[in-house]
């Protein structure tokens, strides 16, 4: 089993910044791949971006050059800075942990950017 808990969103004005945080607890000493996803009302959940534990790191197209995810593995928690974020980035942003063919999520953090 693997706990996720997001923290860090909030209400924002467009062009702002947030950072999420999400901490992993659990058997977590095999987890790789940590991700955020996001989903905005009446859309479908959609990949942000993932980071191994090793660093490596894949972005949406529309997270590239905005977003940076990084990871503590001392810690346990993955990072998502947002930089000029833009009302479309509207959504719940959720944590995700792919571990043994199944996949852990978070309960989601609210993002709501104004225009």
């Known amino acids: 089993q693997v706990q996720l808990v997001e923290s860090g969103g909030g209400l924002v004005q467009a062009g702002g910044s947030l950072r999420l945080s999400c901490a992993a607890s659990?058997?977590?000493?095999?987890?790789?791949?940590m991700g955020w996803y996001r989903q905005a009302p009446g859309k479908q959940r959609e990949l942000v971006a993932t980071?191994?534990?090793?660093?490596?790191?894949n972005y949406a197209d529309s997270a590239k050059g905005r977003f940076t995810i990084s990871r503590d593995n001392a810690k346990n928690t993955v990072y998502l800075q947002m930089n000029s974020l833009k009302p479309e980035d509207t959504a719940v942003y959720y944590c995700?942990?792919?571990?043994?063919?199944?996949?852990?999520w978070g309960k989601g953090t609210l993002v709501i950017v104004s225009s």
């Open positions: 995700n942990a792919p571990l043994f063919a199944m996949d852990y």
């Open positions: 980071i191994t534990s090793g660093g490596s790191t």
């Open positions: 659990g058997n977590i000493f095999r987890l790789n791949v």
